[in-house]
DNA sequence: TGTTTCCGATAC
DNA sequence: TATCGGAAACAA
């Protein structure tokens, strides 16, 4: 009797190894075959992994179930899979499951089902039933809803003449599927220097080549056009391009752009489309039937079948980190993607982060510069209120100097907007007599008072009460305060102070949703609004032509935290929000309210020198031995014993070939630490015995096993060093 | 003694 | 991650 044949199954639970199943007889499985394999009690959908099965004792071996009718699972996809789980410490099955998402809920396809006129008259007439039988009279078939909604008549009429045989229930087609993007459209007219960038990335996407290209233009330069363009070649080739944005960003205009540049809306996958869309999507890109993609974080794992471009938009945008499950950057997984494919990779910005910048001036990265439009003074000119000195009166948050900029600019006719990245209407409440704060009972956030909504809500969790009338803890009536002001204080105090304005406010939770924003967003782009209160929502997409004076109301917003990229966060914002006043032929003017106006982030935006800040912020961040400046920046070893901790720091500098640098922390310094590195700083074992580490670092720490009493180890990566 | 809850080991 | 089983905690 031959030896039962067995594969090695990767399964998306979170086991860091494929596991052995045996093939039955007459199955035939390569790698990348989707499969359904026993797991435990269950039944689990599974990839074929590359490797040689591990022998595993013959009683315990089972067999796979059967194999799943889907396009196999590309090769470079699986190899991201295990590059992914070996940088960022994860379980491979946990990385995997990120990948198989909208395969599970991939079911057959529904049959739906409509309604026909049959030409039978029923017996007796009415005046509905006229109407839905001549709107039905064409013989073409239509959903229920949809028919009683066009002939004006409740569906129980219909209901009436299906039984009464004057319409017939039939299988209705599948949609057909929508046109696909037109790259042979003529695009739209580009300025010499748009035109410049995108032929230079239209021979990058020919090329067929790996390259990371840092598309670098300020607000209003034309970055989507151009990249559009690079789409375009991607599209003339046959193949498939990925365009990411922050989830956020994606927006009905956002994705208009792209339907005017190719006359179809690209495929679009985030975390709010269904199911049913997510398997359609997921589908047509691995049969390669959908050519373009517009996608938040997520649709990074997407399974490409021959993919020519991805391009990352905002690149600087801290919503492409994952924090939670498998944590990553997926700017720089875009980067390793792009390299596993073969296919260039285009970060866009206005206000690149630091490391792109760093990469691009060492080479690593090529950079094409998009200047303004609008020639040399493009940026508006800033300047700081500062507030110890000249702040508002108590129970104000509007500088007189503010208040009168706002004065001139709707004397002038033209808008005003305030930005203040905080919504609802006070970041906290507490009581007068007793000094009780609001708290989230899940979270230990303060709660947001939205008065509006007439409610307290955590942002952190959701969480969300009524506004209370007494003190929760003293019972005394009447005596909670708000501190602080969120957008929806400022509108009102912009409304008192200018009656006669029409003030509006952007914040992601207007009442209303999607629509009223939309809605309101084309009122302000109309000019019939005078005064904007917004949140960091007003930096997405939307130019305000009669937008003149932008006024940062708490300019200082990020700089308390204790977060190293304060600064470049600070930065980032404030030029992206004040790049937005200026009409096509002058520049717009900024005020910047702060407690801090020696800070570097407020004075080089007062400067305008963006070179100048970015180099005092590389230094800092090469002191600190953060990304991209140390490979490994920081091992922390920490427990008890200094001196074993110290050993075994030096140890594993040794052991570990690719570390620049290594610093051994005490326990005390330790957290500090790991609150550093935020995103790529990992705790790795907890016990010495527990030291199961993927990849390179376990052969670090094979030549240097932790010493007694070292228990934690803890590192910064900068993945640019692995590719 | 039966029942619930928690936690760690395990999955082929 | 989801599940299982053993140990401990609890009620009677």
């Known amino acids: 009797m031959p030896a039962a044949r067995a594969v090695q199954v990767l399964l998306p639970v979170a086991l860091d190894r494929a596991l052995t199943y045996a093939v039955p007889e007459g199955m035939v499985v390569e790698p990348g075959d989707v499969v359904v394999a026993p797991l435990g009690s269950r039944s689990s959908i599974g990839v074929v992994w590359d490797g040689a099965p591990e022998a595993v004792e013959g009683a315990r071996l089972k067999a796979i179930e059967a194999v799943?009718?889907?396009?196999?699972?590309?090769?470079?996809?699986?190899?991201?899979?295990?590059?992914?789980?070996?940088?960022?410490?994860?379980?491979?099955?946990?990385?995997?499951?990120?990948?198989?998402?909208?395969?599970?809920?991939?079911g057959e396809a529904k049959p739906k089902f409509g309604l026909r006129a049959t030409g039978a008259r029923p017996a007796r007439m009415t005046p509905a039933r006229e109407r839905a039988l001549a709107v039905a009279a064409d013989g073409t078939a239509r959903a229920k809803p949809r028919l009683a909604e066009a002939a004006g008549v409740s569906p129980s009429v219909l209901d009436g003449l299906v039984a009464e045989g004057a319409l017939e229930i039939v299988e209705l087609e599948p949609p057909a599927p929508p046109p696909g993007p037109d790259p042979s459209r003529p695009g739209p007219t580009l300025t010499p220097h748009q035109q410049h960038a995108a032929e230079a990335l239209r021979r990058t996407v020919a090329d067929r080549a790996f390259r990371v290209v840092l598309l670098d233009g300020v607000t209003g330069s034309g970055k989507t056009e151009v990249y559009c363009e690079a789409a375009a070649e991607a599209l003339r080739q046959g193949r498939q391009a990925l365009v990411m944005a922050p989830e956020i960003a994606l927006t009905v205009p956002f994705l208009d752009r792209f339907a005017r540049r190719f006359g179809a809306r690209p495929a679009v996958w985030h975390a709010s489309v269904g199911e049913s869309g997510r398997a359609a999507v997921r589908r047509g890109v691995a049969d390669g039937s959908i050519k373009a993609v517009v996608a938040a974080r997520s649709g990074l794992f997407l399974p490409f079948r021959d993919l020519a471009l991805i391009v990352v938009d905002e690149e600087h945008d801290g919503a492409y980190k994952q924090e939670d499950g498998v944590a990553y950057n997926a700017r720089d997984m875009a980067v390793v993607r792009g390299r596993l494919e073969g296919a260039p990779v285009v970060l866009a910005s206005a206000t690149p982060s630091l490391e792109t910048r760093i990469n691009a001036d060492r080479g690593r990265y090529a950079r094409l510069v998009l200047p303004s439009r609008f020639g040399e003074r493009a940026m508006p000119e800033i300047a700081a209120v500062d507030m110890r000195r000249e702040g508002p009166p108590r129970g104000q948050w509007l500088a007189p100097r503010l208040v009168s900029a706002v004065?001139?600019?709707?004397?002038?006719?033209?808008?005003?907007?305030?930005?203040?990245?905080?919504?609802?209407?006070?970041?906290?409440?507490?009581?007068?007599?007793?000094?009780?704060?609001?708290?989230?009972?899940?979270?230990?956030?303060?709660?947001?008072?939205?008065?509006?909504?007439?409610?307290?809500?955590?942002?952190?969790?959701?969480?969300?009460?009524?506004?209370?009338?007494?003190?929760?803890?003293?019972?005394?009536?009447?005596?909670?305060?708000?501190?602080?002001?969120?957008?929806?204080?400022?509108?009102?105090?912009?409304?008192?102070?200018?009656?006669?304005?029409?003030?509006?406010?952007?914040?992601?939770?207007?009442?209303?949703?999607?629509?009223?924003?939309?809605?309101?967003?084309?009122?302000?782009?109309?000019?019939?609004?005078?005064?904007?209160?917004?949140?960091?929502?007003?930096?997405?997409?939307?130019?305000?032509?009669?937008?003149?004076?932008?006024?940062?109301?708490?300019?200082?917003?990020?700089?308390?935290?204790?977060?190293?990229?304060?600064?470049?966060?600070?930065?980032?914002?404030?030029?992206?929000?004040?790049?937005?006043?200026?009409?096509?032929?002058?520049?717009?003017?900024?005020?910047?309210?702060?407690?801090?106006?020696?800070?570097?982030?407020?004075?080089?935006?007062?400067?305008?020198?963006?070179?100048?800040?970015?180099?005092?912020?590389?230094?800092?961040?090469?002191?600190?031995?953060?990304?991209?400046?140390?490979?490994?920046?920081?091992?922390?070893?920490?427990?008890?014993?200094?001196?074993?901790?110290?050993?075994?720091?030096?140890?594993?500098?040794?052991?570990?070939?690719?570390?620049?640098?290594?610093?051994?922390?005490?326990?005390?310094?330790?957290?500090?630490?790991?609150?550093?590195?935020?995103?790529?700083?990992?705790?790795?074992?907890?016990?010495?015995?527990?030291?199961?580490?993927?990849?390179?670092?376990?052969?670090?720490?094979?030549?240097?096993?932790?010493?007694?009493?070292?228990?934690?180890?803890?590192?910064?990566?900068?993945?640019?060093s692995f590719l």
């Open 68 to 106: 799943v009718a889907a396009a196999p699972f590309p090769d470079a996809m699986r190899r991201f899979v295990d590059w992914i789980a070996d940088y960022t410490l994860s379980p491979k099955g946990q990385v995997l499951r990120m990948a198989l998402r909208g395969l599970a809920e991939e």
């Open 407 to 720: 004065t001139e600019t709707l004397a002038a006719g033209e808008q005003a907007l305030l930005f203040l990245n905080r919504r609802g209407y006070a970041p906290l409440t507490l009581c007068r007599r007793c000094g009780h704060r609001m708290k989230c009972p899940n979270c230990s956030a303060w709660l947001v008072e939205h008065r509006f909504r007439a409610s307290l809500v955590c942002h952190h969790c959701g969480h969300s009460g009524p506004s209370p009338r007494a003190c929760p803890s003293c019972a005394a009536e009447d005596s909670m305060v708000a501190l602080g002001p969120g957008v929806e204080r400022i509108r009102d105090e912009a409304a008192e102070r200018f009656p006669e304005a029409r003030v509006s406010i952007l914040s992601s939770d207007l009442i209303g949703g999607g629509e009223r924003l939309a809605a309101e967003l084309d009122a302000i782009e109309r000019g019939e609004v005078d005064i904007v209160v917004g949140t960091q929502m007003v930096t997405k997409g939307h130019h305000f032509p009669k937008l003149t004076f932008v006024g940062a109301v708490d300019a200082d917003f990020a700089l308390g935290a204790a977060d190293p990229r304060a600064g470049e966060r600070t930065f980032q914002t404030l030029q992206q929000v004040t790049g937005r006043a200026g009409r096509g032929d002058r520049p717009g003017r900024a005020l910047l309210q702060t407690f801090d106006p020696d800070h570097p982030a407020i004075r080089a935006l007062v400067a305008g020198d963006r070179e100048g800040f970015y180099a005092v912020e590389a230094k800092a961040r090469e002191a600190a031995l953060m990304p991209p400046f140390g490979r490994l920046a920081a091992v922390i070893v920490s427990g008890p014993d200094r001196a074993a901790v110290e050993a075994h720091g030096r140890a594993l500098a040794r052991a570990a070939p690719k570390v620049e640098q290594v610093r051994v922390l005490g326990p005390a310094e330790a957290p500090l630490a790991m609150v550093r590195g935020r995103h790529r700083m990992r705790l790795l074992a907890q016990s010495p015995r527990a030291v199961d580490l993927p990849g390179y670092m376990r052969d670090w720490l094979a030549a240097a096993p932790p010493a007694r009493g070292a228990l934690r180890v803890a590192v910064d990566i900068d993945p640019q």
